[in-house]
């Protein structure tokens, strides 16, 4: 009874799920059973093919795989003999079916400050942690078949736009059901590091977006572990996200060491969305237990007929070009977890073309069909249900007429998704190519096919008796296909009458039978062997030996072929400017090992054994310059002005070391430099102290355990006077709101830090709700604590007054008042407070407040007392700081040692690193300058750069990569020549026009203009 009941009710509910959607019309009829034999079948997760195999599918599943599958009753028969099954790709980076999120604004010139959302969302339109792709979705019939071309089943959809995306629904493409498309409305949930749509001013710039994200994560934590007596709908729904994977969205091989970064700051995983050019990074991916998706979207060649138009080609996009197609196998050979998106292809031709030449790299074709369906399965957990096929899988495969890894003619012809079949073209690609022998009652014909379904071609010739050629004269003869199915015409040799013939292939080709109508109505069996048939050629991608160039570090002009190694060196016989109380000390010797200056003065030869010697007579060597104000090096941004305060936001967080200032700036002899946030509002954003070591990881360019800094700002930027008449809205927009910013910052820095401190008080070891982490606040409280330095950018001597006279009030000290070109003004003040100045050598008259500029700046607080230095503020000029620093011998009469120090000890002082750089002295770094002449000279050259004992900048070498990179560049164009002659998609070059970042650039792209300062 037991038994029954379980039975009927199994049965009620199957019923009941039958009648869930009312049917309007007669119920469309379906085999319940459906076998599918005699295909060539892919399993995904395997090593093997399996030939003349069969599928069993029952309702939407796979019931039963292999060889020796026995014909069930009642089952629908479909015969794919020929046929190629793989199982259907899942495409994990798409928004098929999503439309954006958009606002009204009511000005559309004036800058947006606060978000438009109406309800208690999070502050920032960016983040949108609450949308549900799975909600929007809207079927689209002509993406989805284009998905299905690619052979796509399973898709990701999200809402393409912000830093928390929100979630992302999993569906099927196929658009028959939306209730069975739909398989997740949550199935992962997505970030990135650009705002989208959002017009809201903040954030503007890459690193303000880590900080936007970095803060969200916070405030997450903060909502989800306190009573915040409020309620956020984001992040309501983005708790409920914790167990979901996380996709990245990234676009540049950088951004995933960025995103990393954050990963581990918040114990969280990431599933990097890539870019294509991981390969460059690969250093850092490796042994990071890291999962990426990769696009293969291969850039095409340029068109370089034109000569004039090919020199102008970055070598850095002529090595992408040929390395992109390897990112693949160099990921994946390293043992990072590789998969594929299609994401960027304009066809299925073109994904199977850009496959084959993954395979051509040494790829195995099962390797790429796993990153196509197993791998992408098992990122959103998926995979006992769909990537491969297997008993109790889903049943969705793509069937194709030839194997499209063997044959570059094969294309899909249909899919199945949960066991519904979508055609897609027709079966029409059987190669027939070869001669066949027919009889038919003593009628004989020689009948010789060419090609397939969409050009068939037929020749036909009659036979004697022995089924030999009577002549070579040719019949009359039509020849028809439609998948498996073929209709041929034989008329006789005086073109009096005809045979008739209708036939099925099978074997491949190989044999046709069927029947045919004789000339006087009978109807006749006949069939057709193959007897001498064209040997097709596969397209198997054989691999390819050509010569391909390695990776360099970076991958562009003057990059390097290997990481630099530190030396034991020895500098013999060199003019030694020591910035210390020895003063220039000629003839003289300076051993290096170990990355540090080891002796000053002769060096006994027992300590030279096995150093390199380098013979520096007639040489000066220096410690390397220091640039105290640069913006170089930095990517995306160097601005982050849609608040009046963005303290949180860091400029290490987006060190480009990949910036060709970098190299340039060696060959100038600068071997740090402080990169600073913009001028765009008082209290702008965190510095990076790097180290200008090329070919190395943004990480690596970091002074270690490096003070930290940040970057204030006064006068006309600040308040927005020169932005135009619709930037009107943010505060402050006068000098006298300038300084109730600082003061309104720095005293709810210190309520915040009470808030904290009377947390740790009373919390006596015990779990208890905490004050919510404000990155903003963290940092000035820093300054409040002399942990944080500040330099700040100034014109006008009233309002550097002002903020000496704030900084006092509050119990901080402002560290350095960088451009100051009024500095001469109140230097005595500044003695008193403290403050060096980092000045120019002679700019003035650039803009109204730089009026009262001079070029004895410089000069004059020196004679003060003040520590000044000289500074570059451009990439340019950053090359030429030797120059600069002895413009103050013309201008105020300094001595050579005291003008050298500008821009060597005296930038060390003011960055807090004078114990580690900025002189010869034994124990410190070994970042030292070699000059054909005296540094202060015009005609001097930088003969080697040192950083911490590697050579990154030698002059000689220099030349030997000079003449590499041509050719390097000469080879590239070359293969690229040869690959428009095969008439291979190409592009035209357009030139890219240089871009640099200032103190006033706005966005993420820098400007072509003019330095404003």
């Known amino acids: 009874m037991k038994k029954t009941l379980t ?41 093997n093919v399996l030939n003349a195999a069969s599928i069993l599918i029952k309702g939407d599943k796979i019931i039963e795989v292999g060889t020796k599958i026995k014909e069930p009753n009642g089952a629908l028969i479909i015969d794919m003999e020929g046929r190629t099954i793989m199982p259907s790709f899942i495409e994990l980076n798409s928004n098929i079916g999503v439309e954006k999120q958009s606002f009204e604004k009511k000005n559309n010139f004036a800058p947006q400050i606060e978000s438009l959302k109406q309800n208690s969302f999070y502050w920032n339109q960016a983040v949108h942690p609450e949308l549900n792709a799975g909600e929007k979705y809207k079927k689209d019939l002509k993406a989805l078949r284009a998905l299905n071309n690619f052979g796509v089943g399973y898709c990701l959809t999200r809402h393409n736009d912000g830093i928390i995306q929100g979630t992302a629904a999993l569906v099927t493409a196929h658009g028959a059901d939306l209730s069975k498309d739909m ?20 954030p503007s ?137 299609t994401e960027g292809l304009k066809s299925s031709k073109q994904l199977w073309s850009n496959i084959r030449t993954i395979l051509a790299t040494g790829v195995s074709k099962f390797d790429v069909l796993d990153a196509l369906t197993v791998r992408p399965a098992g990122l959103i957990g998926k995979s006992d249900e769909i990537g491969s096929l297997k008993i109790g899988m889903h049943a969705s495969f793509s069937v194709y007429d030839l194997d499209p890894f063997e044959d570059k003619s ?77 209709s041929i015409k034989l008329v006789n040799r005086e073109n009096t009458s005809a045979y008739l013939l209708r036939g099925k292939i099978s074997k491949n080709g190989s044999i046709i039978e069927g029947a045919a109508t004789a000339p006087d109505g009978s109807w006749k069996s006949w069939s057709a062997l193959k007897v001498l048939g064209k040997k097709v050629k596969k397209d198997t991608p054989i691999k390819d030996t050509s010569y391909v160039g390695s990776c360099w570090f970076p991958n562009m002009a003057f990059g390097l072929d290997s990481s630099l190694t530190s030396s034991k060196y020895v500098f013999k016989n060199a003019t030694v400017w020591t910035n210390e109380v020895q003063g220039i000390l000629k003839e003289t010797d300076v051993l290096v090992e170990d990355g540090k200056i080891v ?123 020169n932005w135009g008449d619709f930037n009107t809205v943010r505060f402050p927009q006068t000098r006298m709101g300038v300084e109730q910013v600082f003061y309104d910052g720095f005293h709810r820095a210190r309520q915040y830090k009470n808030e904290w401190l009377e947390y740790n008080k009373n919390r006596k070891g015990k779990k208890g709700i905490s004050p919510r982490m404000d990155l903003e606040l963290e940092t000035l409280v820093e300054i409040l604590d002399s942990k944080r330095f500040i330099t700040c950018h100034s014109y006008v001597q009233s309002e550097i007054n002002m903020l000496m006279h704030v900084a006092d009030s509050m119990g901080f000290r402002v560290n350095t008042f960088t451009h ?126 040192m950083i911490e004992g590697r050579v990154y900048y030698d002059a000689e070498r220099n030349d030997v990569l000079a003449t590499r990179n041509r050719l390097e560049r000469a080879r590239i164009i070359q293969k690229m020549a040869l690959d428009n002659t095969a008439r291979k998609p190409m592009r035209i070059y357009k030139h890219d026009k240089e871009r640099f970042f200032h103190c006033d650039s706005h966005g993420e792209q820098g400007e072509i203009k003019t330095n404003l300062h």
């Not at 190519?433 to 050009?455: H, Q, T």
């Open 183 to 202: 398989i997740l409305d949550k199935a992962a949930s997505f970030y990135s590091f650009s705002k989208g749509s959002s017009r809201q001013s903040y």
């Open 599 to 721: 002796q000053v003065g002769n060096v006994d030869n027992t300590l030279t054994i096995d150093a390199e010697i380098i013979d520096a007579s007639g040489m000066h060597l220096t410690s390397g310059i220091i640039d105290e104000h640069s913006h170089i090096a930095i990517s995306k941004g160097v601005n982050e002005g849609g608040q009046a305060i963005s303290a949180e936001v860091s400029i290490g967080h987006v060190v480009n070391s990949e910036d060709i200032n970098i190299y340039r700036q060696l060959s100038g002899g600068v071997t740090s430099a402080q990169l600073l946030h913009g001028s765009a509002n008082p209290i702008g954003g965190q510095s990076a102290l790097v180290k200008l070591k090329w070919g190395a990881s943004p990480e690596e360019m970091l002074i270690e355990n490096a003070p930290g800094f940040i970057k204030f700002a006064l006068g006309e930027n600040v308040k927005q006077s």
């Open 7 to 47: 039975f009927f009710i199994l049965l009620l509910t199957a019923q009941l799920w039958s009648q869930y959607r009312p049917n309007n019309g007669v119920t469309a009829s379906k085999a319940n059973v459906i076998l599918i034999k005699n295909a060539n079948l892919y399993l995904g997760g395997s090593t």
């Open 205 to 341: 710039s890459q690193m303000g977006s880590i900080a936007l994200l970095r803060q969200s994560f916070y405030d997450l934590k903060f909502y989800t572990e306190s009573d915040p007596g409020f309620t956020d709908l984001s992040m309501e729904a983005w708790q409920d996200q914790n167990e979901l994977p996380r996709f990245f969205i990234t676009k540049d091989k950088l951004e995933i060491l960025r995103a990393m970064k954050i990963a581990k700051e918040f114990n969280t995983e990431f599933i990097y969305v890539g870019s294509g050019n991981e390969y460059e990074s690969l250093d850092a991916l490796k042994g990071k237990d890291i999962k990426v998706i990769l696009p293969i979207n291969f850039p095409e060649a340029y068109d370089v007929s034109d000569p004039y138009i090919s020199r102008l080609i970055p070598l850095s996009k002529l090595k992408h070009w040929e390395l992109a197609p390897f990112n693949f196998k160099k990921l994946f050979e390293n043992g990072i977890s590789v998969s594929i998106t």
């Open 820 to 945: 100051i070109l009024e500095g001469y003004k109140v230097a005595d003040k500044m003695k008193n407070h403290g403050v060096g100045g980092s000045t120019f050598s002679d700019w003035w008259a650039y803009k109204y407040e730089v009026n009262d500029a001079i070029p004895y700046n410089a000069a004059l607080m020196s004679e003060q007392g003040v520590t000044v230095a000289i500074n570059s503020d451009d990439a340019e000029m950053g090359r030429r700081l030797n120059q600069e620093a002895a413009k103050a011998i013309k201008y105020g009469g300094l001595s050579q040692e005291e003008a050298w120090k500008l821009v060597t000890l005296n930038p060390a002082k003011l960055l807090h690193l004078d114990d580690r750089m900025g002189s010869i002295k034994v124990g410190k770094d070994a970042d030292l300058v070699l000059w054909t002449h005296n540094p202060l000279s015009i005609m001097s050259k930088v003969q080697k750069t």
């Open 410 to 486: 094969a294309k899909i012809n249909e899919v199945w998704l949960q066991g519904v079949q979508q055609p897609l073209n027709a079966f029409n690609s059987i190669t027939l190519a070869g001669s066949y022998d027919i009889n038919i009652d003593g009628f004989r014909r020689k009948v010789i096919l060419n090609g397939n379904g969409e050009k068939p071609t037929c020749n036909s010739f009659e036979l004697d008796a022995s089924f030999k050629s009577i002549d070579s004269s040719k019949c009359k003869c039509d020849f028809q296909m439609s998948g498996n199915d073929i």
